[in-house]
């Protein structure tokens, strides 16, 4: 969404505020995202998880990536430690629940204009309508969970550190990766399971750039923050983005246009 911390902020400051028609919208001050100040990291609490416990699909390469820039940020928070979350049951209540967004927001396209639309919304409304109250109800007891179990880490952690992607970046023509290490993914949503999972919290959730993977691409991070902490992420960003900008290896990758 834009280049730097300070953009992100200024762009929140035009995008939030309280509104009634909205059910999820809280009483908030936009003015407070302006100008904000890095924080202090060495009071940051930190836990890091390179896939969740083994749930979500990772390329070697990027778990090798991630475990470096781990290590170099050993020394630059207050506390660092690994933290896994229960996302055993995250990647099928997502799936219901996201074909059940896809059924309310699509059926009348796919009922109408099947033969234009992407294989992608297909595939999700007619894995919805082949779905149960039951597979439903069951996805609502997992979210439930998955939730108030991801408070719980939250109240010995101010951030969580996850990898930004599963895989190195893919051409577009080529599509979502349909295999990671020698494994077939059984969709296109499970080589995004590293970052469709947080969703499921509510969480606030900052990518930011860090050097480069194994391949020479462009690498980055999630930064997850706590619940409604959407400005003190923020600060935390700030000042991990000065932190890599005077590391060597973790520098933002800029792009050669001329080579482009």
């Known amino acids: 969404m834009a280049r730097s911390i300070s953009d992100i902020s200024l762009m929140m400051a035009g995008c939030i505020g309280n509104?009634?028609?909205?059910?999820?919208?809280?009483?908030?001050?936009?003015?407070?995202?302006l100008n904000i100040e890095p924080a202090d990291l060495k009071q940051v609490r930190v836990g890091w998880t390179e896939d969740f416990g083994g749930v979500a699909p990772l390329d070697n390469g990027i778990r090798d990536c991630f475990r470096t820039v781990i290590t170099a940020l050993s020394d630059t928070f207050k506390s660092l430690d690994r933290n896994d979350p229960n996302f055993s049951d995250a990647r099928n209540?997502?799936?219901t629940l996201r074909c059940v967004n896809y059924l309310a927001s699509h059926m009348e396209r796919y009922e109408k204009h099947r033969d234009i639309l992407s294989q992608n919304i297909i595939a999700n409304v007619e894995?919805?309508?082949?779905?149960?109250?039951?597979?439903?109800?069951?996805?609502e007891v997992q979210w439930r969970k998955i939730y108030?179990?991801?408070?719980?880490?939250?109240?010995?952690?101010?951030?969580?550190?996850?990898?930004?992607?599963?895989?190195?970046?893919?051409?577009?023509?080529?599509?979502?990766?349909?295999?990671?290490?020698?494994?077939?993914?059984?969709?296109?949503m499970d080589a995004s399971l590293i970052r469709s999972a947080l969703t499921l919290t509510g969480h606030p959730v900052v990518a930011i750039p860090c050097g480069y993977d194994h391949i020479g691409l462009p690498f980055g991070l999630q930064l997850?923050?706590?619940?409604?902490?959407?400005?003190?992420?923020?600060?935390i960003a700030m000042a991990l983005e000065s932190t890599f900008s005077h590391t060597a290896n973790l520098k933002r990758a800029i792009p050669d246009l001329e080579k482009l």
């Open 19 to 33: 509104d009634e028609r909205d059910p999820m919208a809280n009483p908030c001050n936009p003015s407070a995202f």
């Open 93 to 95: 209540c997502f799936w």
């Open 127 to 139: 894995a919805g309508m082949k779905m149960s109250l039951l597979d439903v109800s069951k996805a």
């Open 148 to 188: 108030q179990d991801f408070e719980v880490i939250f109240k010995d952690i101010d951030l969580l550190i996850v990898p930004g992607n599963a895989t190195p970046a893919f051409r577009i023509d080529e599509g979502i990766p349909h295999e990671i290490n020698g494994k077939k993914m059984e969709n296109y």
């Open 224 to 235: 997850v923050g706590k619940r409604r902490g959407d400005l003190e992420l923020l600060k």
